[in-house]
């Protein structure tokens, strides 16, 4: 019998009374609290546990719902999620965030204090993690049944600081102060097997059959935090596993009266969900890493066949109950533990499992740098994981046949398309694994999808053009507007209608505002404010004093060498040697804000810190610059961080070598907050230059051809540095100590740029320039830049992530996504 959720209308009533009651009952009941005694933390605490209700009320009522009518659910694996604050996302998709204002304010409590109280689980590294959070959000705003599965980390990306100019990390410690949102489950765990041997047996039917005995087994537990959508019922799961020991061996070291040895086992398992790892050369290969990814994954799939048995599903029409997606590899030994559980613990046939496992899953490819493909050493991966290293062996014979049927007598082909590469020491590819079980592979750009096809799965793709794709990659516009910007979500409110934020291509009748004066007046106020923001906040932060009338010239993201921030520093630097030259260069006053961590084995990147901050002290203690040129590091960017910085920002810097960046998901949230952009024609640049008009956009640089056509002639960067004047003088002050301290510092990065500038900064140097220029004269005009503004906004709809969820949902997950508008 189907039971409907009841609730005590006090603890799910939307009213300010009610809010207020509940929130007074948490406070007392729940933390055992006096108000007289509480602080703001207590305050958050009470306030999230409140709002907690109303979104667990929701998800206990879909699963119901889900479970009765048999429907098709996706899975999205990820090995990272950066969901940011969760309290004023779920206060705005409940539609009660002024009811809450009115219920605090009511007790002399200010909303907006309790909601900095919140410490957001950065459980990832930059994009791939937060288009997962991204995803999730508006697959519950869709109304698509759902779970995010993925690992609860006890210490998330490392918190960073900048200590003497350069880049200091610390843990990040964000269950130090209790975790309101997350719901543990003792009672949802699964066991997960590692290393030992397999063998074979006959079942009853006579059967050949694999056993695998483990070395080890870990225990998972579920951890679930409810995911709301925006003014929709939906609401759904994002359930991490965390590592605990697995009883039985407990059992067996207290039986040999080996107390310590229990406990160091139960401390060993422990650890494989202690930290992320950052996405750094250093971590690649590492044993615990590919622990980590067959121990959510192996969890995610078994608590998965559960869910699709209770609501009637077998293991034979497991692909009807599921669609899962693979997020890049790093859960792509899924492919192998799903053959596992089918063929040795279902007794399915390997032909039907096979078939069974590849209408299930779909994959997608984050990156186009070949080093940054996944693979691991068969010794490491058999001794994990020998039974699906034996899977993937015959996996690979079965798929090897069908590539030399398709293509006869070209050996070349099938080394290329193994899963296992024998050119040297033999790796696991799991690139190449996440292929062949899937049924359909997408990029995330279209640039990137095509570039896919042509260069690193290249083989794939012409084996099996029917499985490639592309989605382009979207952002919530809930989040990253209505959320960050509540200045310009009340502009759209007013004059693209209130139902923006669930439906963005809304914003399309602001084109009929830009020619209004008046409504570009209240565009640059509302900018100007958020301006303000930011600048207060990084006085507070870094002791800057920035001023808000300058241009606010923002690059945010990781850093790394592709991304090639280096290249915006060369050009601050031309700027500054010019006003040296001559005070009246024309230069309009900028302030130059950078933000990012840089992996913390990277040397590379972390010099370029050292160099934003070497920059930063130069600049902006010159009193002949004064004014004109200001240099900011912005530590620690995160999702939080990051509310105050995109709503502020005037120029987007996009600026990756052309066929680098996959996507960008940071030139979408600029752009959406009414920065232009200057970039590249590389990842979502292109298209989202065509969307707003290539009239508001500036372009710069090679094109992905001319890159290669630059690589193949010979790229020799020295011969630029001694043709280009402004270059030569530019690097020579870098390099001959005209920063101050010691010259040394900054000599690995001008050697690199000189001897081989993997990234072609020197090439696109002057270009860029050029680019800068026009950035600077068309700023100097301020309703000519608001109109760009205003347009790039107008035109941004269909870089919302409820779109791309759509394309998902319809053309990879095959699930109905609830009607736009509906
Ligand atoms: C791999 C092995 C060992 C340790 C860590 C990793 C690792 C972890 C994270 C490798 C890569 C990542 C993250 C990649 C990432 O964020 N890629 C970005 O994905 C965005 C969303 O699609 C795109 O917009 C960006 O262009 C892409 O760089």
Redesign the pocket.
């Known amino acids: 019998m189907k039971s409907q959720p009841t609730s005590n209308p006090i603890r799910v009533g939307t009213g300010v009374d009610e809010l207020r009651q509940a929130f007074l009952d948490n406070l007392t009941c729940a933390l055992g609290r006096l108000r007289t005694f509480s602080s703001t933390h207590d305050y958050y605490l009470a306030l999230a546990l409140t709002v907690r209700d109303h979104v667990v009320f929701r998800a206990v009522g879909n699963v119901e719902e889900g479970m009765a009518k048999g429907i098709r659910r996706v899975a999205y694996l990820s090995?990272?999620f950066l969901p940011g604050p969760h309290l004023a996302n779920h206060l705005l998709n409940l539609g009660i965030t002024e009811a809450a204002r009115e219920a605090l304010g009511g007790l002399g409590i200010d909303l907006d204090v309790v909601l900095a109280a919140e410490v957001e689980p950065g459980l990832?590294?930059?994009?791939?993690?937060?288009?997962a959070s991204c995803y999730l959000d508006s697959l519950a705003t869709v109304g698509v049944q759902s779970i995010g599965y993925g690992i609860r980390y006890e210490f998330g990306i490392f918190q960073q600081s900048i200590r003497d100019g350069w880049q200091v990390e610390s843990a990040d410690k964000w269950l130090q102060g209790g975790n309101p949102w997350e719901i543990h489950r003792p009672g949802v765990a699964r066991e997960v097997k590692f290393g030992g041997h397999t063998e074979t047996w006959v079942d009853d039917c006579g059967r050949s059959r694999v056993r695998w005995v483990p070395a080890f087994v870990i225990r998972g537990e579920a951890y679930d935090t409810p995911i709301s959508g925006y003014e929709s019922d939906i609401c759904t799961l994002m359930r991490l596993w965390k590592a605990e020991a697995g009883e039985s061996f407990d059992f067996e070291a207290f039986n040999h009266g080996d107390y310590y040895r229990a406990v160091e086992q139960k401390v060993d398992s422990e650890n494989l969900s202690k930290v992320l790892?950052?996405?750094?050369e250093l971590?690649?290969?590492?044993e615990l890493?590919l622990k980590q990814q067959f121990f959510f994954t192996s969890c995610a799939l078994q608590d998965m066949l559960r869910v699709h048995q209770m609501s009637g599903g077998t293991p034979d029409n497991f692909h009807e109950g599921w669609a899962v997606q693979l997020n890049?590899t790093?859960p792509a030994v899924a492919v192998a533990e799903l053959m596992r559980l089918l063929v040795d613990e279902q007794a399915i046939g390997w032909t039907r499992a096979w078939e069974i496992t590849c209408k299930t899953f779909s994959y997608?490819n984050?990156?186009l740098l070949p080093e940054?493909l996944?693979k691991w050493p068969v010794a490491i991966f058999g001794g994990l994981l020998p039974r699906h290293l034996e899977m993937i062996y015959e996996i690979n014979s079965r798929f090897l046949d069908e590539v030399r049927r398709t293509f006869p007598g070209d050996g070349d082909k099938v080394a290329r398309l193994s899963l296992i590469d024998e050119s040297g020491p033999r790796y696991v590819r799991m690139a190449h694994l996440a292929c062949a079980g899937s049924h359909t592979i997408n990029g995330?750009?279209a640039l990137?999808s095509d570039l896919l096809q042509q260069t690193v799965l290249a083989d794939f793709a012409a084996l099996w053009p029917e499985k490639f794709t592309n989605v382009t990659?979207g952002v919530t516009p809930r989040r990253f507007v209505a959320l960050a910007n509540p200045g310009l979500a009340g502009l759209l409110a007013r004059h693209a209608g209130k139902d923006w934020p669930g439906n963005l291509d809304e914003l399309l009748a602001l084109e009929a505002c830009v020619k209004d004066a008046g409504f570009r007046h209240e565009w640059r106020e509302v900018k100007l404010a958020n301006k303000r923001r930011l600048a207060a906040v990084i006085a507070s932060r870094t002791g800057i004093e920035v001023s808000p009338d300058s241009l606010f010239d923002v690059q945010v993201k990781?850093i790394h060498e592709y991304k090639r921030q280096h290249l915006n520093l060369l050009h601050i630097l031309s700027l500054y040697l010019a006003i040296k030259r001559d005070p009246k260069a024309p230069v309009v006053p900028r302030t130059f804000i950078f933000g990012g961590k840089a992996a913390p084995g990277y040397f590379m990147a972390k010099r370029i810190i050292r160099l934003v901050t070497a920059i930063t002290a130069l600049v902006n203690e010159d009193r002949d610059v004064a004014g004109r040129i200001t240099v900011v590091f912005f530590p620690n960017f995160n999702v939080g961080n990051a509310h105050y910085v995109y709503p502020a920002a005037e120029l987007s810097e996009q600026i990756s070598l052309a066929g680098t960046?996959?996507?960008?998901?940071g030139n979408m949230k600029m752009s959406l907050n009414g920065a232009l952009t200057i970039g590249t024609l590389d990842?979502?640049n292109v298209e989202i230059r065509e969307a707003v008009g290539e009239e508001n956009f500036f372009l710069f640089g090679l094109t992905t051809p001319e890159v290669a056509a630059r690589k193949s002639g010979g790229y020799r960067p020295r011969d630029l540095y001694e043709a280009d004047p402004v270059l030569r003088e530019v690097i020579n002050f870098l390099a001959n100590g005209g920063l101050g301290g010691d010259p040394e510092l900054f000599r690995p990065l001008v050697y690199n740029l000189l001897d081989s500038d993997p990234y072609l900064a020197l090439a696109d140097f002057r270009s860029y320039l050029e680019a800068q220029r026009r950035v600077g004269e068309l700023w100097s005009d301020p309703d000519a830049w608001t109109t760009c503004s205003v347009l790039n906004v107008a035109r941004m709809g269909r870089f919302s992530s409820d779109r791309a969820v759509r394309e998902y949902c319809q053309r990879i997950w095959k699930v109905n996504a609830k009607p736009v508008n509906a």
């Open positions: 090995a990272e990832g590294n930059g994009g791939l993690g937060r288009l790892y950052p996405n750094d971590h690649r290969g590492k890493r890049d790093h997608t984050h990156t940054a996944e995330v750009a990137h990659n990781r960046e996959a996507s960008g998901t990842g979502a």
